[in-house]
């Protein structure tokens, strides 16, 4: 295919789409990506990168990476470093050195490569990066400790892994010249200062410019991606190879100035990193040479047997000995090391420039860096649930309910729930209120919802539903509107202002302001008080073949309203003003009804 746009066109298509069947299946959607790129590019010939192209491909791709990094770097709080108990620092400082000299150990031993280009290549494999990463974490279920320590380390230490890179190869060039190892990692120390500090500076024009209005809103997410793709270029022009190192430092100075502005553009970087993710790691599958895999050897097997049996699993229990990272944490993050886009790119990189220096086993580079790809893509991305599992490090396995809101009916609600085995917490800002629930045993967080302290003390993660119950209307849209983004629109829902003649009343709030409305109806927080009051009650029914959803809404009183349904495998479905579920056999239906006789307060309901 010769055409740029239609190449572009195919190329979104397959990383999009390989990122949809992900969630649609559960499969990493690393390992679909690059089995889209591979069938695409050297199988079916469809699309050629390097062609198509040309020079452009390299900053194309740098600057994706770049932009990758920084929105990484703007994920990553202090506040979250702090619970990986020192496990991070560990990491850096000594996991990046045991690392290399094991890689480099590896690479010789067993890869067969020659001095130099072992250390240059195992300096490269120290990283672990948050093109593969951070998808892999997405669809994973993971604890929060060793999911933390899992995004910290591949974001800080990609930059790391291409500066090991420069180090070795700029020690190469120079040795010929009189240059000694000191001076060169001097030099490039002092490169390094000068990335880290552009990155701050960068960091900090921004964080002054923007909240004192010297920049327009609608020009803000704009400013923000033209600031980091500068900052990156002109750190590179500085010394090749640190403009990673500043967009990491810019994102990290950023996420921790607690600008209100980056709250707003933040789905906008998310949106945009997914975008890049696929789109590059299409391309650079997709620019793989068979050719090249076919000088795969027997003894690269063993490399790669090594490097995922020996060299990660020592560098990270020897990074982590006596620390309180309990011992199942540590073995999985010893295990999953997937590396991704910067390892492929650096090592193409310093592949030709080896060939240049008179480094015959520089060709091979671009060989065993793909290796690796592959192997710990495939390795780790199918095996990162079962393994959490078997090491008991995985977060909440069946995703609940938050209701925030402390009320009579909220904790109706979960009364109801729990009874059908539904993990279910409910959030308010008054102890009094949550009172009742902790005497009944259901799970509780005192506190703000909106608090930005939160995201800290609750994992969002376990849920798959919120409703908003308070007695407040407005204050429900704004929690919905607020956790939309993270939750999913179509998963967050609210007492009150739900109807579609809402929509035409100027003096309601807009639907899409709002959460998806409880009840077909729409009832508000006054309806839902006055019908507690009369004694309405919530009524659990199964779904069989003979007693079908026709035949339960048919025994249902005229006035009462379905609420839920639950399937079998425990997702939660509400009935609200737009949406109408399918129920199955095997589904339980929750309704609200009214007392089934005079004078009853509560409505027990049906046996489920």
């Not at 194309?60 to 202090?78: D, K, Q, R, T």
């Not at 990156?232 to 950023?254: C, K, P, R, Y």
């Not at 209307?473 to 007492?495: H, K, M, S, T, W």
């Not at 509400?574 to 009214?594: C, E, K, M, N, W």
């Amino acid at each position: 295919m010769e055409h740029p746009a239609l190449v572009i066109a195919l190329i979104g298509a397959l990383g999009i789409g390989a990122q949809w069947v992900a969630w649609r299946t559960g499969w990493p959607a690393i390992a679909l990506m690059l089995v889209a790129g591979v069938v695409a590019g050297p199988v079916t010939g469809l699309i050629d990168p390097k062609h198509v192209f040309g020079e452009l491909l390299e900053p194309i791709v740098s600057i994706a990476v770049a932009l990758i990094l920084f929105e990484g770097g703007l994920s990553l709080n202090v506040r979250e470093l702090r619970r990986t108990d020192g496990a991070v620092t560990r990491l850096l400082f000594l996991g990046v050195p045991i690392g290399w000299v094991l890689g480099t150990l590896a690479c010789y031993y067993i890869g067969g490569l020659v001095w130099p280009v072992a250390v240059l290549f195992a300096g490269i494999l120290v990283v672990t990066g948050p093109t593969v990463v951070l998808p892999l974490l997405r669809q994973s279920t993971i604890a929060a400790r060793p999911r933390a320590i899992l995004k910290w380390e591949a974001i800080v230490n990609d930059p790391i892994g291409a500066l090991c890179g420069v180090v070795t190869y700029e020690y190469l060039r120079r040795v010929g010249e009189g240059g000694t190892i000191a001076s060169v990692a001097l030099s490039l120390l002092a490169a390094s200062v000068v990335a880290g500090l552009i990155g701050w500076l960068a960091a900090r024009a921004i964080g002054w410019a923007f909240p004192r209005g010297h920049v327009p809103e609608y020009l803000k997410a704009p400013v923000l991606l033209v600031a980091v793709i500068g900052a990156f270029v002109v750190s590179n022009l500085i010394h090749q190879e640190t403009g990673l190192l500043t967009v990491t430092v810019m994102g990290v100075a950023l996420a921790n100035m607690r600008l209100a502005s980056l709250r707003d553009i933040h789905p906008f970087k998310e949106n945009v990193t997914v975008l890049l993710i696929s789109g590059v790691f299409v391309m650079l599958s997709a620019t793989l040479n068979l050719e090249v895999l076919r000088r795969f050897e027997w003894r690269f097997a063993g490399f790669l047997l090594a490097l995922l049996f020996l060299v990660r699993p020592a560098t990270v229990l020897l990074s982590l000995a006596f620390t309180r990272v309990p011992w199942n944490e540590r073995l999985l993050v010893a295990w999953i090391a997937p590396r991704g886009i910067v390892a492929v790119a650096i090592s193409g990189l310093f592949a030709l420039r080896l060939d240049q220096l008179g480094y015959g086993d520089g060709s091979i580079l671009v060989t065993l860096s793909f290796a690796v790809v592959i192997a710990t893509i495939i390795a780790h991305g199918f095996s990162i649930g079962p393994v959490s599992r078997w090491l008991k490090v995985t977060g909440a396995t069946e995703r609940g309910l938050l209701i925030v809101g402390g009320t009579p009916w909220s904790l109706s609600l979960a009364n109801q729930l729990r009874t059908l085995e539904v993990p279910v917490t409910i959030c308010d800002t008054s102890w009094q209120r949550l009172s009742p629930a902790r005497q009944a045993g259901i799970a509780t967080y005192h506190g703000e919802i909106l608090a930005e302290a939160t995201e800290d003390r609750l994992d969002l993660s376990q849920f798959q539903v919120l409703v908003a119950t308070s007695d407040n209307e407005a204050y429900n849209a704004l929690v919905c509107n607020e956790f939309a983004p993270e939750i999913g629109r179509d998963n967050v829902y609210q007492l009150g202002g739900g109807t579609d003649d809402h929509d035409e009343d100027t003096r309601a709030l807009p639907t899409s302001l709002r959460g998806r409305a409880l009840f077909a109806s729409g009832h508000g927080v006054e309806e839902i008080v006055s019908r507690e009051r009369q004694g309405w009650g919530f009524r659990k029914t199964r779904i069989t073949e003979r007693y079908d959803f026709d035949a339960i809404k048919a025994d249902l009183p005229d006035e009462a309203d379905m609420l839920l349904l639950l399937r079998k495998n425990g997702a939660l479905r509400f009935f609200s003003h737009a949406t109408r579920p399918t129920a199955q056999p095997g589904d339980t239906i929750l309704s609200y009804a009214p007392p089934t006789r005079p004078g009853a307060r509560r409505v027990q309901g049906e046996a489920a």
